[in-house]
């Protein structure tokens, strides 16, 4: 780790950022290229982490690490409970890759920064939407009972 990721850290430990653990916010600033993490909106759970901003008409995904199916789940229940449009978030790792896994669309490509804007829109409100934050309750294995056959 070098001293500049060190120092980044130890800024966020001091911000009050003790629920995130040091080895996930080592792991997302080397892999993002990142050069700040944004702690307002953060959510903490087993899956990993994610902070984000609301516009009028979407969730932007600022800083996301862990199981990406996931946050993709949770940010579009996230998205429906709001009454947003889309998600947004930005990468500069290959947007092929986003597009395949989690059915989202290139719209802007910055330049100066070197990543690429994605959304992925919402379509019209399920019925069966369940609020995120059931999603970060630890769901409890569920044991089937085997069936005696005489």
Known sequence: MNSQMKKMIDN????????VPSEWLKRYLEK???DFFMANNLVVCEKGFASYLLTHD???IV???GDGMFWKKFFIKFGYE???KRIIFATRRNPKAFERRFGVRVIDYDEEDKSWLLEFRLKKKSKKNV?????????KKQVKKKEVVK
């Open 82 to 84: 709001l009454g947003k």
């Open 63 to 65: 800083d996301c690490y």
């Open 12 to 19: 966020l430990r001091l911000k009050g950022i003790k629920a």
């Open 32 to 34: 993002s290229k990142a």
């Open 58 to 60: 979407a969730v932007f």
């Open 131 to 139: 609020p995120p934050s059931e999603l970060l309750k630890k769901k």
